[in-house]
């Protein structure tokens, strides 16, 4: 089993290239070089990220993936928060690493029993949404084609 260790911020920030690709999310800390190419929505994306918090990236794309299934056995360790001062404030270089807030939609996301992040519900039967390309949707469709 491997040993998680505590990782300061200025050893995430040495590792920020797609060749040696570091990232902190949600307070773990991950090496996601092997999975930079496989990611779906290319490289690219990451780039800002890499040797930084990529948790509001994250958030924006991904909140209901469960992160220790698609990544989770390329963690090192957790961020070390010991760079905060006493007084609740940071030193330069963590204060450096903190990513730039965005925009995320207001409220925690709703999670199932066990914990895991759910998709936005689905809209009641019979209520549908106008088609982008003019054409009617499979359901009625399949309505005209019974009747």
Not at 4 to 19: F, K
Not at 122 to 141: A, C, F, H, N, Q
């Amino acid at each position: 089993r491997r040993v998680l260790r505590p990782i300061r911020p200025e050893e995430i920030a040495q590792h920020a290239t797609v060749h040696d690709a570091w990232i902190s999310l949600h307070g773990k800390v991950y090496n996601i070089t092997p999975y930079l190419h496989y990611h779906p929505g290319g490289v690219d994306i990451f780039k800002p990220c890499l040797g930084g918090d990529a948790s509001a990236l994250f958030d924006k794309y991904h909140r209901w993936v469960n992160t220790q299934g698609l990544v989770g056995v390329l963690q090192l360790g957790y961020l070390d928060e010991s760079s905060k001062k006493g007084d609740g404030g940071m030193d330069a270089a963590a204060a450096a690493f903190v990513a730039p807030p965005t925009k995320v939609a207001p409220g925690p996301p709703q999670t199932d029993a066990d914990g895991f992040a759910m998709p936005a519900p689905r809209p009641p039967k019979g209520v549908g949404m106008p088609s982008l390309l003019g054409k009617k949707d499979e359901e009625e469709e399949e309505e005209d084609l019974l009747s």
